[in-house]
């Protein structure tokens, strides 16, 4: 399984940026995916996960209605499109694929991490 995170870069405060994540070597229809990010010094913290068809979204506090997740299951793709982007926003993005699962709840266990890509907002 590969999950390769692409997207990230550098943004003034204010601005957007989409994350995307090409998975391969799994079922990605039947995958829930999820994006994680891990600023420097702290723990990897949930962002948003989507369920395997994409009809349903799931947003920490911090991003929701900022953050947007989605999924193209013909491209095995999924992506986070980040608007009204805050310096707190700064961190590695990681994407993460849990097969075999339907939809996202709190505890879910991820089985396959991408590399991060890196997302620093500047004031």
């Known amino acids: 399984v590969q999950l390769q995170a692409s997207g990230g870069g550098s943004v003034q405060a204010g601005g957007s940026l989409r994350l995307s994540c090409a998975a391969s070597?799994?079922?990605?229809?039947?995958?829930?995916m999820g994006w994680f990010r891990q600023a420097a010094g702290k723990d990897r913290e949930f962002v948003a996960a989507?369920?395997?068809?994409?009809?349903?979204?799931y947003y920490s506090d911090s991003v929701k209605a900022r953050f947007t997740i989605s999924r193209d299951n013909a491209k095995n793709t999924v992506y986070l499109q980040m608007n009204s982007l805050k310096p707190e926003d700064t961190a590695a993005y990681y994407c993460?694929?849990?097969?075999?699962?339907?939809?996202?709840?709190?505890?879910?266990?991820?089985?396959?991490w991408g590399q991060g890509t890196q997302v620093t907002v500047s004031s």
């Open positions: 993460a694929a849990a097969p075999g699962r339907s939809y996202y709840y709190t505890g879910l266990l991820f089985d396959y």
């Open positions: 989507i369920s395997f068809s994409g009809s349903s979204t």
């Open positions: 070597g799994l079922t990605f229809s039947s995958s829930v």
